[in-house]
């Protein structure tokens, strides 16, 4: 059985940071580009960041790029999200993600998900 599983998320004033992290059962992480999406309330889940199966290259979305930043240690099977500048627009529950591609960008494009991690950014 697969599972991802989202640990970091909390709460923090604007300008804080926080690292996410989401470790793996049941799935060799690296076979897999991973990626991280966030849904906020009453809108649509987006994409936030991924990196290739090798961390060999990493997209973000416009509103990630600059402040963060997503990693890997495949021999520990888990994914990392560190989170700068935190904005309140920020706010949502961020879900790890092992995506069909390194190109992946919608959730259509995800093969198996994380339960997902609250966080909140105060203004």
């Known amino acids: 059985q697969v599972q991802l599983v989202e640990s970091g998320g909390g709460s923090v004033p604007a300008g804080g940071s926080l690292r996410l992290s989401c470790a793996a059962s049941?799935?060799?992480?690296?076979?897999?580009?991973m990626g991280w999406f966030r849904q906020a309330p009453g809108r649509e889940r987006e994409f936030v960041a991924v990196?290739?199966?090798?961390?060999?290259?990493?997209y973000y979305a416009d509103s990630a790029k600059g402040r963060f930043t997503i990693s890997r240690d495949n021999a520990k099977n888990t994914i990392y999200l560190e989170m700068n500048s935190l904005k309140p627009e920020d706010t949502a529950v961020y879900y790890c993600?092992?995506?069909?591609?390194?190109?992946?960008?919608?959730?259509?494009?995800?093969?198996?998900w994380g339960r997902g991690a609250q966080v909140t950014v105060s203004s």
């Open positions: 993600a092992a995506t069909r591609t390194v190109m992946a960008r919608i959730p259509d494009d995800v093969r198996y």
């Open positions: 049941g799935i060799t992480l690296s076979g897999y580009p």
């Open positions: 990196i290739a199966r090798g961390a060999t290259s990493t």
